[in-house]
């Protein structure tokens, strides 16, 4: 699910808190923590520290990306 970003005349959309992505510039997979003037912050599903991402550089997870990261939440949280 997006929400509409409604900056200077650019119909970009911006991932909901909470989503899984995918961060284009390193590959690395994050969950959307917030978002801070133009910039989605992720941070890794396992935790740790966030980091900002320009909206036009996250993308949707693969399948595979998307089970990984909830696979990591998992053990987590069963702390494995």
């Known amino acids: 699910m997006t929400a509409h970003n409604p900056d200077a005349g650019r119909h970009t959309t911006s991932p909901s808190v909470g989503a899984v992505m995918v961060d284009r510039r390193n590959g690395k997979v994050g969950v959307v923590m917030g978002h801070v003037?133009?910039?989605?912050q992720l941070r890794p599903p396992r935790g740790g520290r966030e980091w900002d991402v320009p909206p036009d550089d996250v993308r949707p997870p693969t399948p595979a990306e998307e089970l990984s990261a909830k696979v990591a939440v998992a053990n987590r949280r069963w702390g494995r």
Do not use: I, T, W
């Open 37 to 40: 003037g133009p910039y989605v």
